[in-house]
Nanobody, 122 residues
Framework: QVYLVESGGALVQPGGSLRLSCSAS????????MSWYRQAPGKQRELVAT???????NYVDSVKGRFTISRDYAKNTVYLQMNSLKFEDTAVYYC????????????????WGQGTQVTVSS
């Protein structure tokens, strides 16, 4: 079994900062790509940021220059540093990871955390 646990969500003022964390644990052979998604009320879930096993990153246009995704390979943990937060960043943020549970190519699944609430309000 593999588990992803997010933390760091909070109520913050516009212009403030937060750092979200997500740690993977369980039957892990290797952790491949890790990503953050978010879903605001009445809107579809969107991909916010991705970091590959090699450290390459991608961001949705609306957060470029404000958010930074990073990872600690030894701890199987991914972070999302969120700066200059705006009202429209309010959402439940979800961590996801592509994880191999064995050495073969088919021994790989995507796993999701339960989400953490980020609210930006004055």
């Amino acid at each position: 079994q593999v588990y992803l646990v997010e933390s760091g969500g909070a109520l913050v003022q516009p212009g403030g900062s937060l750092r979200l964390s997500c740690s993977a644990s369980g039957s892990i052979f290797s952790v491949n790509a890790m990503s953050w998604y978010r879903q605001a009320p009445g809107k579809q879930r969107e991909l916010v940021a991705t970091i590959t096993s090699g450290g390459s990153t991608n961001y949705v246009d609306s957060v470029k220059g404000r958010f930074t995704i990073s990872r600690d390979y030894a701890k199987n943990t991914v972070y999302l540093q969120m700066n200059s937060l705006k009202f429209e960043d309010t959402a439940v943020y979800y961590c996801t990871a592509r994880i191999s549970y064995g050495s073969h190519s088919w021994e790989e699944n995507d796993y999701w955390g339960q989400g953490t609430q980020v609210t930006v309000s004055s």
